[in-house]
């Protein structure tokens, strides 16, 4: 596999980072809740140092398939506390709501699942848009249970020993709500379509 890249390149890193901005301003006109999206950092890390950070608490998952270069996948972590308080924002007065339940209800539910749409389909775009290409992806998967189980059902059989971890958080200023995302493209096809874009 060759990770080659032309070192003026790895800018469009950064850009990619910056594009997936666009989830925060989504968030914010659906659920009301003033949101921003913050990148801590960008690294290249062992699939099972993923696993290992994120642990065995049980958290909300929404992933998604990029079935286009570059190939992989894309996951969204956060607490359930965290997905109720999203849905109630979202639902507003429309609908039943139960912030003290430990489950969901078929409203709080659907409207996860919307809010992973906006935020899959927003990050996507971004990406397709740094990388001058179009970039389709799957229904978006809602799964509750341990986060490292997720990532390994998404990437645990692969051949890349390494993902691409853009460290991003997506916080809600108002309210103790907080999205983690990871990402696994394969590499190689990222890397070039890297290497087709002119800098």
């Given at each position: 596999?060759?990770?080659k890249?032309?070192?003026?390149?790895?800018?469009?890193?950064?850009?990619?980072?910056?594009e997936?901005?666009?989830?925060?301003?989504?968030?914010?006109?659906m659920?009301g809740?003033?949101t921003?999206?913050?990148?801590?950092?960008?690294?290249?890390?062992?699939i099972?140092?993923?696993?290992?950070?994120?642990?065995?608490?049980?958290?909300?998952?929404?992933?998604?398939?990029?079935?286009?270069?570059?190939?992989?996948?894309?996951?969204?972590?956060?607490s359930?506390r965290?997905?109720?308080?999203?849905?109630?924002?979202m639902i507003g007065?429309?609908?039943?709501?139960?912030?003290?339940?430990?489950?969901?209800?078929?409203?709080?539910?659907?409207?996860?699942?919307?809010?992973g749409?906006?935020m899959?389909?927003?990050?996507?775009?971004?990406?397709?848009?740094?990388?001058?290409?179009?970039?389709?992806?799957?229904?978006p998967?809602f799964?509750?249970?341990?986060?490292?189980?997720?990532?390994?059902?998404?990437?645990?059989?692969?051949d890349?020993?390494m993902?691409?971890?853009?460290?991003?958080?997506?916080?809600?200023?108002?309210?103790?709500?907080n999205?983690?995302?990871?990402?696994?493209?394969?590499?190689?096809?990222?890397?070039?379509l890297?290497?087709?874009?002119?800098?």
């Open positions: 596999m060759s990770l890249i032309d070192i003026r390149k790895l800018g469009l890193f950064n850009q990619m980072a910056k997936g901005n666009t989830v925060a301003s989504h968030l914010s006109q659920t809740m003033e921003q999206m913050e990148i801590t950092k960008i690294n290249f890390i062992d099972p140092d993923i696993k290992t950070q994120i642990g065995d608490e049980k958290q909300i998952g929404i992933s998604i398939e990029m079935v286009e270069k570059p190939h992989g996948y894309i996951l969204f972590l956060f359930a965290s997905a109720k308080d999203l849905a109630a924002g007065d429309m609908g039943e709501t139960d912030p003290s339940a430990t489950g969901f209800t078929d409203m709080e539910r659907s409207a996860i699942q919307e809010i749409n906006i899959t389909s927003g990050f996507i775009d971004g990406w397709a848009n740094v990388l001058d290409t179009t970039i389709d992806i799957s229904t998967n799964t509750f249970g341990p986060g490292s189980g997720m990532v390994d059902q998404l990437v645990g059989d692969w890349n020993e993902a691409l971890m853009f460290d991003s958080r997506v916080q809600a200023l108002d309210s103790d709500i999205v983690t995302v990871y990402t696994f493209p394969e590499l190689e096809e990222l890397v070039d890297m290497q087709q874009i002119d800098v």
